[in-house]
């Protein structure tokens, strides 16, 4: 599947933004679906990933409880709920899609800005 977010954007601390992931193809549902992102100047990290029965979910312990990560198997989308927001959340976002046993890839990423 090829892998296309959206919804970055500025928002003040403690707001709240909701980022999408349209990915093409139909075998959607036999991957499972994550998020990473990457702050300026640092790696990509793990923020949290989801099955691909949406039955098991997993977080970054800095995002628990303020993330909720979630799919939608009809519409091949994924969505990442970003509540409470802190300026450290700032980085590019990326949608990630991985066959089970396989790494993630990654697609374009969506920027996050979250002022102080």
């Known amino acids: 599947v090829q892998l296309q977010a959206s919804g970055g954007g500025l928002v003040e601390a403690g707001g709240s933004l909701r980022l999408s992931c349209a990915a093409s193809g139909d075998a959607f549902r036999l991957y499972h679906m994550g998020w990473f992102r990457q702050a300026p100047g640092k790696g990509r990290e793990f923020v949290t990933t989801?099955?691909?029965?949406?039955?098991?979910?997993e977080y970054a312990d800095s995002v628990k409880g303020r993330f909720t990560i979630s799919r939608d198997n009809a519409k091949n989308a994924v969505y990442l709920q970003m509540n409470s927001l802190k300026p450290e959340d700032t980085a590019v976002y990326y949608c990630?899609?991985?066959?089970?046993?396989?790494?993630?890839?990654w697609g374009q990423g969506t920027l996050v800005t979250v002022s102080s």
């Open positions: 990630a899609a991985a066959l089970p046993g396989n790494p993630y890839y």
């Open positions: 989801i099955s691909r029965s949406s039955s098991r979910t």
